[in-house]
């Protein structure tokens, strides 16, 4: 390596990397990104794509007892940390590039966490009518019919 080379590498190096960082920086703030670390369910209305399944979490019966990450997030720190990084990454990927569905659609793995919430805090309810409640081996998903509930339409 020439010593001309060899002095701008490092020069291009903390460039790069300065970049990366005020970019990244930049992005969340703009995306309030701290806000997504709280349980304030306000952060979940920050992109208007969720803005109705807020305003009808607000109207829902669950609104004085629940908010979006006791539903939607596994009860555990590392399971609720990491789903929320997982949804975060892809809710503003798909936000930024315009390849979101509205109204936004739950999918499968988020729903398996909605239904273990279901059962967490409804848990006595859900074993007495577990038994007719199925549709061969498999239980059937308690918001196949109390899908409004935590988000009133």
């Given at each position: 390596?020439?010593g001309?080379?060899?002095?701008l590498?490092?020069?291009l190096?903390?460039?790069?990397?300065?970049?990366?960082?005020?970019?990244?920086?930049?992005?969340?703030?703009?995306?309030?990104?701290s806000?997504?670390?709280t349980?304030?369910?306000?952060?979940?209305?920050?992109?208007?794509?969720m803005q109705?399944?807020?305003?009808?979490?607000?109207?829902?019966?669950?609104?004085?007892?629940?908010?979006c990450?006791?539903?939607?997030t596994?009860?555990?720190?590392a399971?609720?940390?990491?789903?929320?990084?997982?949804?975060?990454?892809r809710?503003?990927?798909?936000?930024?590039?315009?390849?979101?569905?509205?109204?936004?659609?739950?999918k499968?793995?988020?729903?398996?966490i909605v239904?273990?919430?279901?059962?967490?805090?409804?848990?006595?309810?859900?074993?007495?009518i577990?038994?007719?409640?199925?549709?061969?081996?498999?239980?059937?998903?308690?918001?196949?019919?109390?899908?409004d509930?935590?988000?009133?339409?």
């Amino acid at each position: 390596m020439s010593g001309t080379l060899r002095l701008l590498w490092p020069v291009l190096a903390i460039i790069t990397i300065g970049a990366a960082l005020g970019t990244g920086g930049y992005t969340f703030i703009y995306a309030k990104g701290s806000s997504y670390l709280t349980n304030d369910p306000s952060a979940c209305a920050n992109c208007h794509v969720m803005q109705a399944e807020y305003d009808g979490w607000i109207k829902s019966s669950h609104h004085e007892v629940a908010v979006c990450n006791d539903c939607h997030t596994p009860h555990d720190l590392a399971g609720k940390y990491t789903t929320k990084m997982k949804n975060g990454y892809r809710h503003s990927f798909a936000f930024t590039t315009g390849r979101f569905e509205e109204p936004i659609e739950i999918k499968k793995s988020s729903l398996d966490i909605v239904e273990g919430a279901c059962r967490s805090c409804h848990g006595n309810i859900v074993e007495a009518i577990d038994g007719p409640h199925r549709e061969g081996d498999a239980r059937i998903s308690c918001v196949r019919c109390h899908a409004d509930v935590g988000h009133q339409r």
